[in-house]
């Protein structure tokens, strides 16, 4: 087996979390410290430091000590892209499951009914 797919699927499992992908999305606003994360977030802090240590492990963030804080950071730019593109994959399937429940929601000219909105970062 390609050694790739194994690290795609640790990853993947990894970002199997709201809340770990609403960190990531913080981050991808800039760098951050673990306290303000959780102050941001509403979350623990120690909550929040497990979250980040998970993603250290499989290199989606990486820290950096700051005096007595450790400020985390998206390790890729691509992660991001990748998220965007998930997203965008999810939008499309709730327009399918939309305009399949409600059939009459066609517009005249027979183009599908509007998409669920997924919100957007």
Known sequence: MDPVF????????????????????????GPCEVSRLAEELGMSQPNVSQHLSVMRAVGVVE????GREVVYRLTDPGIMRA???????????????????????????????????VPSR
């Open 6 to 29: 194994v690290l795609q699927a640790d990853m993947l499992k990894t970002l199997a979390s709201p809340r770990r992908l609403e960190i990531i999305h913080r981050l991808a606003d």
């Open 63 to 66: 820290g950096i000590r700051d």
């Open 83 to 117: 998220c965007g593109l998930m997203r965008e994959v999810l939008q499309r399937r709730l327009t399918r499951l939309a305009d399949l429940s409600n059939p009459d929601a066609a517009t005249p000219a027979g183009e599908p009914a509007a998409a669920l909105e």
